[in-house]
């Protein structure tokens, strides 16, 4: 279970930056050079995207990916 609350969790996150940042996933998409289907399986828990996907996806929302072990 602690996987899958991971996923949603990195899922729910990366939809909150975006829209705070006023972006479509599309416009996302553009600016990582990805189809919009992948902004949209990452965001709902469909794809488990890889941690090279999550840093361009930070980047592309001017954020740093920072992990936190606790």
């Known amino acids: ?21 006023g972006l479509t996933q599309k416009q996302l998409a553009q600016k990582i050079g990805k189809p919009q289907s992948t902004i949209s399986r990452v965001e709902t828990g469909e794809m488990n995207p890889s941690i090279e996907l999550v840093i361009e996806l930070a980047r592309g929302l001017d ?5 936190n072990f606790e």
């Open 1 to 21: 279970m602690e996987i899958e609350e991971a996923k949603l969790d990195v899922a729910l996150k990366l939809a909150e930056l975006r829209k705070s940042a």
């Open 63 to 67: 954020k740093k990916l920072v992990i």
